[in-house]
Nanobody, 126 residues
Framework: QVQLVESGGGLVQAGGSLRLSCAAS????????MGWFRQAPGKEREFVAA????????YNTDSVKGRFTISRDNAKNTVYLQMNSLKPEDTAVYYC???????????????????WGQGTQVTVSS
């Protein structure tokens, strides 16, 4: 049973930083792609960042480029999202997800992901 558990969310002032973690269990973590998505109240879930199996290739959505960094530690079965220069519009529930196969490139479509965590709330105050 694949399980993903996010942590690290919270309340932060605009301009601040948070580091989200997602711990995976239930299978070989290093064999699958990982991604972060978010969903704000009243909005659809949207892609934030993704990382390849090796960790050498990443992709961010335009609104977070230069501010967010995705990384993974395959030895710890954990993927991270370092979020700097946070803005009120970053407020959302953040979800990590993993694929069911090894893709060569980072995946940005929610339909490419088979397993999801329960989410962690990030609130940025102005």
């Amino acid at each position: 049973q694949v399980q993903l558990v996010e942590s690290g969310g919270g309340l932060v002032q605009a301009g601040g930083s948070l580091r989200l973690s997602c711990a995976a269990s239930g299978r070989t973590f290093s064999s699958y792609n990982m991604g972060w998505f978010r969903q704000a109240p009243g909005k659809e879930r949207e892609f934030v960042a993704a990382i390849s199996v090796s960790g050498r290739s990443t992709y961010n959505t335009d609104s977070v480029k230069g501010r967010f960094t995705i990384s993974r530690d395959n030895a710890k079965n954990t993927v991270y999202l370092q979020m700097n220069s946070l803005k009120p519009e970053d407020t959302a529930v953040y979800y990590c997800a993993t694929t069911d196969r090894n893709y060569a490139t980072p995946r940005i479509r929610p339909t490419d992901y088979s397993y999801w965590g329960q989410g962690t709330q990030v609130t940025v105050s102005s």
